[in-house]
């Protein structure tokens, strides 16, 4: 039974990434591509592996089956030219499994308006992409969980509206202390603003992560590839250590991108920490877009067993 999940999603995998391809530009809601959370991007969004977090919704749902009690966490991103991008998720056990709820949005503060002729116009109008999911994941059977995630998508750009609907699905599979995930993104709808319709930005990812102690401090290596229709492939890595201190628990964060064409090779880098004390956890994220500026995130998170 354990085979035949993997078999299936892998095929699903590779035959995604023959079907699915698209030019460079010809998709539509590419926020939908940003990797959310301050911990996560840190680690260079490498996440597909990673199971206990409630950011696994926007990753890998499967990642979910694992928690318990509620869990929250609130995230917010400042990004180059006035463009900032919040999420917030909350998540509960439910039905022998595990449900969450998620809403993303991404805005880029106003821009000047120019006709045809490139004559200014005197006003502002401010685009905006709004996400809302619902996610569900169970355990299967030892060592395996599922999960899947439903989106509604909506866009806004002077007036004019576009709104899809989109499926994401995943599965993971532990081998010893080694935690396997797959994950299909943004299977669904086109977005049309009037007349003209573009596809979602599907992404397939497969990871890993490996927990292993160093020292006095409690390590988690992942590493994961995906497919996209913007980028064919990457493949991303990145590592957390923890250092207990009395009441604290203190993370730092590192990781490595192997895409960021047209970038310097400090755009190939993301770096972080964290504190977490209690059920409170705090997390900051940072990366370099070279002359487009620096990424800042930050990420509130709490757990109520």
């Known amino acids: 039974m354990k085979k035949k999940i993997f078999a299936v999603l892998i095929a699903v995998f590779l035959v995604s990434g023959a079907c699915l391809k698209a030019d460079p530009g010809d998709n539509a809601a590419a926020f939908l591509r940003i990797g959310v959370g301050a911990g996560p991007s840190a680690m260079a969004e490498a996440y597909a592996g990673v199971c206990g977090d409630i950011l696994s919704h926007y990753y890998n749902p499967a990642g979910l089956a694992s928690l318990d009690g509620y869990n ?16 917030f998720v909350a998540g509960m056990p439910l039905l022998d499994g595990y449900a969450a709820l998620g809403v993303s949005g991404l805005f880029s503060g106003e821009i000047d308006k120019y006709n045809w002729q490139g004559d200014d116009m005197d006003d502002t109008y ?40 989109a499926l994401d699905i995943g599965a993971m599979k532990r081998l010893g202390e080694i935690n396997l995930g797959l994950s299909l993104q943004n299977l669904g709808t086109e977005m049309k603003f009037r007349d003209e319709g573009d596809p979602l930005p599907f992404i397939a990812r497969l990871g890993a992560s490996y927990p292993f102690d160093l020292s006095v401090f409690n390590m988690l290596a992942v590493a994961e590839t995906n497919f996209s229709t913007e980028v064919p492939f990457k493949f991303n890595a990145g590592v957390k250590a ?16 192997s895409y960021a064409e047209g970038l310097d090779a400090l755009s190939h880098l993301t770096t972080g920490f964290g504190v977490e004390y209690s059920d409170i956890v705090f997390d900051y994220g940072f990366a370099s877009f070279e002359d487009l500026g620096l990424t800042h995130r930050v990420s509130l998170g709490y757990r109520l067993n």
Do not use: C, M, Q
């Not at 966490?73 to 999420?87: G, Q, R, T, V």
């Not at 009441?247 to 991108?257: A, D, N, Q, T």
């Open 72 to 87: 929250f966490s609130l995230s917010h991103a400042l990004w180059f030219e006035d463009i900032s991008y919040s999420n």
């Open 126 to 165: 401010s685009p905006s992409d709004i996400a809302v999911s619902g996610s569900y994941s169970r355990v299967i059977t030892t060592g395996v969980s599922a999960g899947a995630a439903l989106k509604f998508i909506t866009s806004e750009i002077d007036g004019d509206r576009a709104s899809a609907v």
């Open 242 to 257: 923890d250092y207990p201190a009395g009441e604290f628990l203190l993370s730092l964060r590192l990781g490595v991108k």
